[in-house]
């Protein structure tokens, strides 16, 4: 899986249904997303946003149509690779009442002590200055269910997940 894209995200005559149902939530989709460029998915609830981003994480694979990274299927690649690549919140992203580290190292378990990755991850995601307001920080408790518990924007919880 390369780690710098040069070609980007395709998306081919892509249509979508959720099983055991009739309706058709995505229809047709082409879509091309070059490397660097940032995009925003905007319509109406229910027109499918998220589910085209489901379809990308192989959460779902399409009805029909194609989705190319990198100009390969992602369906040839190995599922737990292409995911390890992507990062994705969703609209009902959950909040871990933890520490910062913990809550950032839950984006790669498998790294969760490593301090320079998690600190890394922070600073892309731009939550490394939140966590420098914070009384401890990146051993700060987040949220108020604890008395120690610091609680955060949703913006800051948002970038945090990320």
Same mark, same amino acid.
């Given at each position: 899986?390369?780690?710098?894209?040069q070609? &980007? $995200?395709?998306?081919?005559?892509?249509?979508f249904?959720?099983? *055991?149902?009739?309706?058709?939530?995505?229809? *047709?989709?082409?879509?091309?997303?070059?490397?660097? !460029?940032?995009?925003a998915?905007?319509?109406?609830n229910?027109?499918?946003?998220?589910?085209? +981003?489901?379809?990308?994480?192989?959460? =779902? %694979?399409?009805?029909?149509? %194609?989705? =190319?990274? !990198?100009?390969?299927? $992602?369906?040839?690649?190995?599922?737990?690779?292409?995911?390890?690549?992507?990062?994705? +919140?969703?609209?009902? =992203?959950?909040? =871990?009442?933890?520490?910062?580290?913990? *809550?950032i190292?839950?984006? *790669? +378990? !498998?790294?969760?002590? %490593?301090v320079?990755?998690?600190?890394? /991850? /922070?600073r892309q995601? &731009?939550?490394?200055?939140?966590?420098?307001?914070?009384?401890?920080?990146?051993?700060?408790?987040?949220?108020?269910?604890? %008395?120690q518990?610091?609680?955060?924007?949703?913006?800051?919880?948002?970038?945090i /997940?990320?």
């Open positions: 899986m390369p780690t710098t894209f070609k &980007g $995200i395709v998306f081919e005559q892509v249509n249904k959720y099983p *055991n149902t009739q309706r058709q939530v995505l229809h *047709n989709i082409n879509l091309r997303v070059a490397p660097g !460029e940032t995009i998915l905007v319509g109406e229910g027109c499918g946003k998220t589910t085209l +981003i489901k379809l990308l994480c192989r959460l =779902y %694979d399409p009805t029909s149509g %194609d989705i =190319y990274l !990198e100009s390969k299927n $992602i369906k040839h690649y190995v599922i737990s690779e292409l995911r390890r690549q992507i990062s994705v +919140i969703f609209q009902d =992203y959950a909040r =871990y009442y933890l520490t910062a580290r913990e *809550n190292s839950f984006g *790669n +378990i !498998e790294y969760h002590h %490593d320079k990755r998690i600190e890394s /991850a /922070a995601s &731009g939550a490394e200055s939140i966590i420098q307001t914070l009384p401890k920080g990146y051993e700060t408790i987040l949220g108020k269910l604890f %008395d518990g610091e609680e955060l924007s949703i913006g800051q919880w948002q970038k /997940a990320l």
